[in-house]
Structure formats: structure tokens, C-alpha cells
């Protein structure tokens, strides 16, 4: 499904800035993270850089990561690996901040990214996400899956999770990580940004 294809689909959606406002999106990413120069930074789900490229200019290190084979090969930011966000090959406490800009509702096995983010997070460190408001799975999708599927069903192959702040909750509930802050915010369309802190 993460190939070619798919990545030019969020190139088409990124140029018509009609889901989402991409710009306001990396804003609020970016306040919520509060970066240092000093800070070691990661992205999962960074396709070929588009966010990756403005925060690695404020901070000592920043990886990007994304399963999209051909989205790695393409990346244009300073150091991007394919990888899963449920199985990341990084040492224990690597970063001091993490993000996700529209991903954690691709990933199946939720309570294992949030098991991975919770272990490569410094004591301190901060993840931050943002991800869609849908009144039903898939529905932000809906255009993609037409123009990639012909189906406007396939939206639900895509964003295999509806998610809202409690629902993460419920999940992380048992994790050494603590939800801090969450909002909702209209980008074009109604967007969740919750912010994690690592005990
Ligand atoms: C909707 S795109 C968002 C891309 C980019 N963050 C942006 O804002 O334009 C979702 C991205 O998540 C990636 N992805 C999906 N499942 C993933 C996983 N388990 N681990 C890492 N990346 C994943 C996809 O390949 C895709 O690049």
C-alpha cells in the first residue's frame, strides 16, 4: 500500500491544500515540540521530507523514518531510514523530542508504536501527533482512495484507527508515557494534536 504511488498521492494532496492546511499543521507541530538546538529529533511516517526539512534546521540532529520503501529513496531531508514505527532499530532513549504528522491512524499495532515511542524518548523527552477528526474511519481519506483505488471504500485499507485523546489514553494506559496536552483544531478540517511526555 506505502509505495509510489501513494507518495505521489500526498504530494496531489499537499499541493491542493484542500484537506488540510499544511502550513498551520507544521505551526502547531512545531510550538508543541519546543525544540533546542542541542535536541535529537525523530519523525515517524516523514515520506519524502516535507516536515523533516524545516525542523532539522533547529535542531542538532533530526531522522526521519517511514515504511514507504520508495518514499526513503526520494527523501530529501539530512538523514531519513525505512523503518517501522512499531519496530524501530534505535538504542533506548535516542531522542529528546518525536513527532507524527498523519500517521498513527495507518498503524494496525498502535500499543507497540507507543511501546517503541516510549522506549527511543529520553526521561523528559516529548511526542507530539497530529491526526485526523473523523466522524468515521477513513473518512479523511476518501479522496485519496478514489484517486488511487477507484473506491472511496479503500480510505478504511488506509486509516486502519478513528482516534481521539481518549481512545489514546485507554491505549498508552500502561506505558511510562503520559499524555499532557490535547486539542482540537480546525486546518481546513478538524485536526487532533496530543502532546506525550516520557516519565
Ligand atoms: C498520510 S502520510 C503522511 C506523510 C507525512 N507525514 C506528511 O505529513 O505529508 C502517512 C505516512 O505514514 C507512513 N507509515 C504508515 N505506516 C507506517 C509505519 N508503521 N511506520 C512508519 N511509517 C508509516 C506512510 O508510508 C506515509 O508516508
Not at 38 to 52: N, P, R, S
Not at 67 to 90: K, R
Not at 176 to 195: D, G
Request: include cysteine; hydrophobic fraction near 40%; charge should be negative.
Amino acid at each position: 500500500m506505502y509505495d509510489r504511488r501513494y507518495s505521489q498521492e500526498v504530494l496531489r494532496d499537499r499541493e491542493n491544500d484542500i484537506i488540510m492546511n499544511y502550513d498551520a499543521v507544521d505551526a502547531a507541530l512545531f510550538d508543541l515540540l519546543e525544540l533546542r538546538s542541542d535536541h535529537h529529533l525523530l519523525e515517524v511516517g516523514c515520506d519524502v521530507g516535507y516536515t523533516q526539512r524545516k525542523f532539522e534546521l533547529a535542531v542538532e540532529r533530526c531522522v526521519g523514518i517511514d515504511i514507504n520503501e520508495f518514499a526513503i529513496s526520494q527523501n530529501t531531508g539530512n538523514e531519513a531510514i525505512v523503518m517501522d514505527g512499531t519496530a524501530m532499530t534505535f538504542p533506548d532513549s535516542s531522542f529528546d523530542r518525536a513527532y507524527s504528522s498523519h500517521t498513527i491512524e495507518h498503524i494496525p499495532e498502535l500499543l507497540k508504536h507507543f511501546e517503541e515511542i516510549a522506549r527511543v524518548l529520553k526521561p523528559g523527552g516529548k511526542y507530539v501527533a497530529v491526526y485526523p477528526w473523523e466522524l468515521f474511519r477513513g473518512m479523511a481519506a476518501t479522496r485519496a482512495a478514489i484517486t488511487l483505488y477507484g473506491n472511496p471504500m479503500r480510505s478504511r485499507d488506509m486509516h486502519v484507527n478513528k482516534l481521539n485523546p481518549k481512545k489514546l489514553d485507554t491505549i498508552t494506559k500502561d506505558l511510562p508515557i503520559t499524555q499532557t496536552y490535547s486539542t482540537l483544531k480546525f486546518m481546513n478540517t478538524p485536526q487532533w494534536l496530543s502532546v506525550w511526555e516520557r516519565n
